[in-house]
């Protein structure tokens, strides 16, 4: 199933699924980085581009896109069809876009089944979630992108294993880019 989720997708809706637990759910937060010999102002480019976020996003889900814009304070919509091609994802606020330096993503709704919620049990833990990109311009030709993500616990595996593998992808399209 997860090869067919986008990432918001698994982290919020499968997660709450069924019932929901009464007890509070540990989040934490994960952090990856690559070195990438691009400025950052490509891996930027590269992160944000419809076609080339198809590619990186991949990884969390083959047909995975969003809709919206990343400028700061708008909507994005990642969206990505389930095993019965339903539509499923995450509503989010962009929170903070630095160019070339920041994007600070705030999850604030999800899609169920092509339907955007906004309340109820699905979405009232979805404010300690956060994703945050940094762009780290080395000054020599050469970035750093590091990523900050909070999730629950019990995804760390999971996101452990997809993530490295997105930034290679990210990686392998900056550095073709330059």
């Known amino acids: ?33 690559v ?3 691009a400025p ?5 480019n590269v992160m944000i581009d419809k076609d080339h976020f198809k590619e990186w996003v991949a990884v969390f889900g ?5 809709e919206g814009s990343w400028e700061k304070g708008r909507k994005i919509i990642y969206k990505s069809p389930d095993e019965s091609g339903n539509i499923q994802g ?9 160019p070339n330096k920041e994007i600070f993503v705030q999850p604030i709704g999800i899609v169920q089944d092509g339907v ?10 979805l404010d300690k979630s956060f994703e945050n990109y940094l762009f780290i ?3 020599d030709g050469t970035s750093v992108l590091k990523i900050e993500v909070a999730v629950y616990e019990e995804l760390e595996d999971y996101f452990n294993d997809t993530w490295p593998k997105s930034l290679m992808v990210i990686k392998r399209i900056s550095e073709s880019s330059k």
Do not use: Q
């Open 1 to 33: 199933m997860k090869n067919l989720l986008f990432l918001f997708t698994l982290l919020f809706v499968s997660c709450f699924g069924g019932e929901r637990p009464n007890k509070v759910r540990a989040m934490k937060v994960l952090e990856y980085n």
């Open 35 to 37: 070195e990438i010999d």
């Open 40 to 44: 950052s102002d490509i891996v930027y």
């Open 62 to 66: 083959p047909d995975s896109f969003y």
């Open 90 to 98: 995450m509503i989010s606020s962009i929170k903070e876009n630095i």
């Open 116 to 125: 955007e919620v906004y309340s109820g049990d699905k979405t009232k833990d």
């Open 137 to 139: 311009d080395n000054g």
